[in-house]
């Protein structure tokens, strides 16, 4: 008896169970920190995000010391306002800075990368997709990913099978939010939600702010990792020229022995 009791004692040591999780996600293009006429809204922004409650955001279209941005570091500045540990890979250089894609979290990040998505047409082969492990507690973990798509659709398609080829495989749970530039239906999100659960079911419009006529901003999780998605919303605001893109959901528990 005592020598079973120390067999499955060391079992449960081996795969320690990571409890089912309840993470609060939001994805926003913050349009480099402007509305749509262009007056700066860096601090809004970050004050609404703190609101919020969001614990992970993903987002898209931010400068870093650009100068139409007032040279602001704008993921530094949101990181202050929010309370918030952030990080910043870089679509490209632009106007003595960078433009790229951040992210915030509540919880610790690790391990970022700056995985370079193909672009078709345009004056830049790629973009980025920031990529990071974000550590929700001792024995916790999820891959959180966010993107900005291309303009033309044949970019979009090709940057969807990129997101699988990164992201498809991974055995921790995995968040995939972004400005897809791609409404529903379409190919490229058709061929997203094979491997992803879109936390939307209704299509929510997200662009233009403040009155939305389409919806291209989404948060999709990695099927296998979902319990439930208790609420997805899109709040109204005219602090962008998208509107944020808002979700509750709770992850299934899964043991550290799956974890990469």
Same mark, same amino acid.
């Given at each position: 008896? !005592?020598?079973?009791? $120390?067999?499955?004692?060391?079992?449960?040591?081996?795969?320690?169970?990571? /409890?089912?999780?309840?993470?609060?996600?939001?994805?926003?293009?913050? =349009?480099?920190?402007?509305? %749509?006429?262009?007056?700066?809204?860096?601090? @809004?922004?970050?004050?609404?995000i703190?609101?919020?409650?969001?614990?992970?955001?993903? $987002?898209?279209?931010?400068?870093?010391?650009?100068k139409?941005?007032?040279?602001?570091?704008?993921?530094?500045?949101?990181? @202050?306002?929010?309370? /918030?540990h952030?990080?910043?890979?870089? #679509?490209?250089?632009?106007?003595?800075?960078?433009?790229? /894609?951040?992210?915030?979290?509540?919880?610790?990040?690790? #391990?970022?990368h *700056?995985k370079?998505?193909?672009?078709?047409?345009? +004056?830049?082969?790629?973009?980025?997709?920031?990529?990071?492990?974000?550590?929700?507690?001792?024995?916790?973990?999820?891959?959180?990913?966010?993107? =900005?798509?291309?303009?033309?659709?044949?970019?979009?398609?090709?940057?969807? =099978? @990129?997101?699988?080829?990164?992201?498809?495989?991974?055995?921790?749970?995995?968040?995939?939010?972004?400005?897809?530039?791609?409404?529903?239906?379409?190919?490229?999100?058709?061929?997203?939600?094979?491997?992803?659960?879109?936390?939307?079911?209704? *299509?929510?419009?997200?662009?233009p702010?403040?009155?939305?006529t389409?919806?291209?901003?989404?948060?999709?999780i990695?099927?296998? #990792? $979902?319990?439930?998605? +208790?609420? #997805?919303?899109?709040?109204? *605001?005219? !602090?962008?020229?998208?509107?944020?893109?808002?979700?509750?959901? %709770?992850? %299934? @528990?899964m043991?550290?022995?799956h974890?990469?």
């Amino acid at each position: 008896m !005592l020598r079973l009791q $120390l067999i499955l004692s060391i079992l449960f040591c081996c795969t320690q169970v990571v /409890m089912a999780q309840k993470i609060t996600v939001m994805s926003y293009n913050i =349009h480099h920190g402007a509305d %749509k006429d262009e007056q700066d809204r860096v601090k @809004e922004i970050g004050a609404f995000i703190k609101s919020s409650g969001a614990d992970i955001v993903g $987002l898209q279209e931010v400068d870093s010391v650009c100068k139409r941005s007032g040279r602001v570091d704008q993921m530094k500045k949101l990181s @202050e306002i929010t309370g /918030m540990h952030y990080a910043f890979v870089r #679509h490209f250089e632009y106007q003595g800075g960078a433009y790229g /894609m951040g992210i915030l979290s509540r919880y610790p990040i690790e #391990h970022v990368h *700056n995985k370079r998505m193909t672009l078709l047409k345009g +004056k830049s082969p790629s973009t980025a997709m920031i990529v990071a492990d974000i550590v929700c507690g001792s024995s916790k973990k999820v891959v959180f990913a966010s993107a =900005h798509f291309a303009l033309d659709d044949s970019s979009r398609l090709l940057q969807a =099978h @990129e997101v699988i080829s990164y992201l498809g495989e991974e055995k921790y749970p995995v968040i995939f939010t972004g400005d897809l530039n791609a409404e529903p239906g379409t190919p490229e999100i058709r061929y997203l939600k094979k491997y992803f659960t879109e936390t939307d079911a209704k *299509n929510i419009f997200t662009f233009p702010a403040p009155v939305a006529t389409k919806k291209i901003d989404y948060i999709f999780i990695r099927k296998p #990792h $979902l319990k439930k998605i +208790k609420q #997805h919303t899109v709040p109204v *605001n005219a !602090l962008s020229d998208h509107l944020p893109v808002m979700a509750e959901i %709770k992850l %299934k @528990e899964m043991s550290m022995e799956h974890g990469r």
